[in-house]
């Protein structure tokens, strides 16, 4: 979505996460963490981490600016960005993780082992997250994007937080309405639509 904002073009490689390619070479020892995306560079640097790829490109290529341009926009930017990545994705990517049979034998992502599913931690996961949609909300009652009037690196994460949601019965249209509206108007970018 961020590249297709900023009309950037790479050359990209699908791996198939679900059948382990990237513990296969030659993908395993370009990253440690054994997930996707990593971007390869020109010298073979790795850079793994989805917004801090983003943040490099970003830097390479300004506009449209999606992580701010002045010190203040960057600052907010990046606290609601990291708020909706620790406070709701993390908690809710485990919560799934830890109650769906699918992730059976790789509860935290990157890996395969024997952990087991932990149901109490698949129920907190969705409480952290309630506490997360509760503390936006207010946000999103005046404001169309996250971090203010523009659209932002937050609202891609915030819109992916959304869209794993959907894997969990939480009734957000009628109980978070500004959150259910935020989530519509982004996933209908055509960003989102070409992914
Ligand atoms: N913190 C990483 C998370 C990346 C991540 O969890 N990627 C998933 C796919 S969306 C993955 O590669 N999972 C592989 C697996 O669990 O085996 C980021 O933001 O890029």
């Given at each position: 979505m961020f590249l297709y904002e900023k009309k950037i073009e790479l050359d990209l490689v699908e791996l198939n996460v679900r059948d382990g390619e990237q513990f296969k070479k030659p993908f395993k020892n370009m990253n440690p963490f054994g997930c996707i995306p990593f971007l390869k560079l020109e010298d073979d640097t790795i850079i793994s981490e989805t917004v801090s790829i983003c943040r490099y490109l970003e830097d390479l290529f300004p506009e449209p600016y999606l992580f701010g341009k002045s010190a203040k926009e960057k600052a907010l930017i990046d606290m609601w960005n990291r708020r909706l990545e620790l406070d709701g994705f993390l908690p809710l990517l485990h919560s799934i993780r830890n109650s769906s049979p699918r992730f059976t034998g790789?509860?935290?992502?990157?890996?395969?082992?024997?952990?087991?599913?932990?149901?109490s931690m698949a129920e907190r996961g969705?409480?952290?997250?309630?506490?997360?949609?509760?503390?936006?909300?207010?946000?999103?009652?005046?404001?169309?994007?996250?971090?203010?009037?523009?659209?932002?690196?937050?609202?891609?994460?915030?819109?992916?937080?959304?869209?794993?949601?959907?894997?969990?019965?939480?009734?957000?249209?009628?109980?978070?309405?500004?959150?259910?509206?935020?989530?519509?108007?982004?996933?209908?970018?055509?960003?989102?639509?070409?992914?």
């Amino acid at each position: 979505m961020f590249l297709y904002e900023k009309k950037i073009e790479l050359d990209l490689v699908e791996l198939n996460v679900r059948d382990g390619e990237q513990f296969k070479k030659p993908f395993k020892n370009m990253n440690p963490f054994g997930c996707i995306p990593f971007l390869k560079l020109e010298d073979d640097t790795i850079i793994s981490e989805t917004v801090s790829i983003c943040r490099y490109l970003e830097d390479l290529f300004p506009e449209p600016y999606l992580f701010g341009k002045s010190a203040k926009e960057k600052a907010l930017i990046d606290m609601w960005n990291r708020r909706l990545e620790l406070d709701g994705f993390l908690p809710l990517l485990h919560s799934i993780r830890n109650s769906s049979p699918r992730f059976t034998g790789r509860v935290i992502p990157g890996t395969r082992s024997e952990l087991p599913q932990l149901s109490s931690m698949a129920e907190r996961g969705i409480e952290m997250f309630e506490v997360l949609l509760n503390r936006i909300s207010p946000q999103l009652e005046t404001n169309e994007y996250i971090a203010g009037a523009d659209f932002s690196i937050a609202d891609i994460t915030g819109c992916y937080m959304m869209d794993l949601s959907e894997l969990v019965d939480l009734d957000i249209e009628n109980k978070y309405p500004n959150i259910f509206a935020w989530h519509d108007r982004i996933r209908k970018r055509k960003s989102h639509k070409n992914v």
